[in-house]
């Protein structure tokens, strides 16, 4: 009885173990592989990207994607970069402390918030975020690499 019981359990996992075989087969194409439907093997070189805005002060601030997104540059970069410790044009204008919560007229820099400082007070930044381009992006001109579908949630307004 236990010797039938033994057979028919290896029978069985045999038996339920042939597709996992025959999948292991079928290899994906490389051009399915990825967002860029080319096969992986390809050098692609990359679209050129339009950075649209003008000079610092000429455009409105542009909306943010979501709560807590990191705002966008609405103006070149061009010249400004690379962003260095010692070398960042970014600090010139926008590391003005005395700004941050007071209502910014049109074609004044954005203040550095508060969480960019050590101390505030002294406008001491906090070089661990130095290299301002890491989180804001200018605007660009560019085709999505995919679809979104997301809908921003209407603002909640607090008490």
């Known amino acids: 009885m236990v010797k039938r019981v033994v057979c028919g359990s290896v029978l069985m996992a045999w038996f ?10 079928a290899a994906i194409p490389d051009e399915d592989l990825g967002l860029s439907k080319t096969s ?4 692609p070189s990359p679209d050129v990207v339009e950075y649209k805005g003008a000079d610092p002060g000429a455009n409105v601030n542009l909306p943010r994607s979501y709560h807590t997104a990191p705002p966008m540059i609405p103006h070149s970069i061009q ?7 010692e070398a960042n044009l970014c600090r010139d204008c926008h590391v003005n402390p005395d700004l941050i919560g007071q209502k910014i007229d049109k074609g004044v820099p954005n203040p550095a ?11 001491q930044l906090y070089m661990g975020r130095f290299n301002c381009t890491q989180c804001h992006a200018p605007q660009a001109n560019v ?4 679809d979104s579908v997301f809908i921003p949630k209407k603002k909640v307004r607090r008490r």
């Open 40 to 43: 992986v093997f390809d050098v």
């Open 79 to 85: 010249g400004m970069v690379p962003i260095t410790q």
């Open 16 to 25: 339920l173990s042939l597709p996992a075989l025959a999948v292991q087969d």
């Open 113 to 123: 918030p508060v969480s960019h400082y050590v101390d505030v007070k002294a406008g």
């Open 143 to 146: 085709k999505l690499l995919v």
